[in-house]
């Protein structure tokens, strides 16, 4: 049995909001045929009309499938969107599906590994060099192999890269404080010209440090605040920010990049 991969916060993204509880059911549902078939996100147009069936509601799947493009969870031939290639003729597109998702090739080449490895398994129980607990002392079958210790190769006792880098993988809560670097900044205003980075920027501050649980920490929050801004919807009727405010917002930023730069290099020469 294959799995999808769905953030368990992904009901935050104001889109699934904007889709109401059918069209969230028929998007999960159209992702599970589309994993299931291998079609790296592609999903026949008649297909995804009749995905979910609501017995006793006055309610067509039809329309959730119109309100999943509307809203950007799906595409239709001809979209414009940078981040998505073409649906196939006649199919609708899921959006960011291999962001989110393995694609068929990755499936299938971990099928054929699979098998591979089952072969060499039922090759090796048929090896004659293999002796059953039956053929042996009592003493071999006791025997249990002494399980070889991880090498440390630091002469003064520290850990091996791929050890100290197994340790270091731990995800951290957000700071209050935590600010993204200019460069960040300047990436996201160029690609969402119409949100307003202040104001989204605090709201990322609010959620995540409000947030409990270990979904509440995140390995990498550079990557999180661009999800968490492309993702953003400018509000209906708010026009954003003006530039020059951005601008302000941004200087500051920078300000404060380079800051900790020299706190940090004063750091170094005390030590």
């Not at 995800?171 to 993204?180: E, I």
């Not at 960040?184 to 409990?212: G, M, Y």
């Not at 209906?236 to 020299?262: F, H, S």
């Amino acid at each position: 049995m294959a799995w999808v991969r769905v953030s368990d916060d992904f009901y935050d993204n104001p889109k699934f909001i904007d889709a109401g509880p059918l069209g969230v059911a028929v998007w999960l549902s159209g992702l599970a045929y589309c994993n299931r078939n291998l079609t790296d996100g592609n999903i026949p147009e008649s297909v995804a009309r009749r995905l979910v069936d609501f017995d006793g509601i006055a309610y067509q799947p039809a329309t959730s499938v119109e309100t999943l493009v509307d809203v950007g969870l799906m595409h239709r031939e001809g979209h414009d969107c940078e981040r998505c290639p073409q649906p196939k003729p006649r199919h609708l597109l899921y959006h960011d599906y291999l962001e989110f998702q393995r694609s068929a090739a990755d499936i299938q080449a971990d099928r054929e590994a699979a098998k591979e490895r089952m072969r060499r398994a039922r090759s090796a129980k048929r090896s004659p060099d293999v002796r059953a607990n039956a053929e042996r002392t009592d003493s071999e079958v006791r025997v249990t192999p002494t399980p070889t210790p991880t090498p440390n190769n630091s002469p003064n006792g520290e850990l091996a890269p791929q050890q100290a880098a197994a340790k270091t993988m731990r995800g951290t809560r957000l700071d209050p404080s935590w600010m993204p670097d200019p460069e960040l900044i300047a990436e996201l205003r160029s690609e969402c010209p119409n949100i307003d980075l202040q104001a989204e920027h605090r709201k990322f501050v609010d959620f995540w440090c409000s947030k409990t649980g270990k979904d509440a920490t995140k390995l990498d929050w550079r990557r999180t605040w661009r999800n968490w801004i492309r993702n953003a919807r400018p509000a209906n009727g708010v026009k954003p920010r003006n530039q020059q405010e951005t601008e302000a917002w941004l200087d500051r930023a920078m300000q404060r990049a380079i800051e900790a730069d020299e706190a940090d290099d004063l750091k170094g020469i005390e030590a």
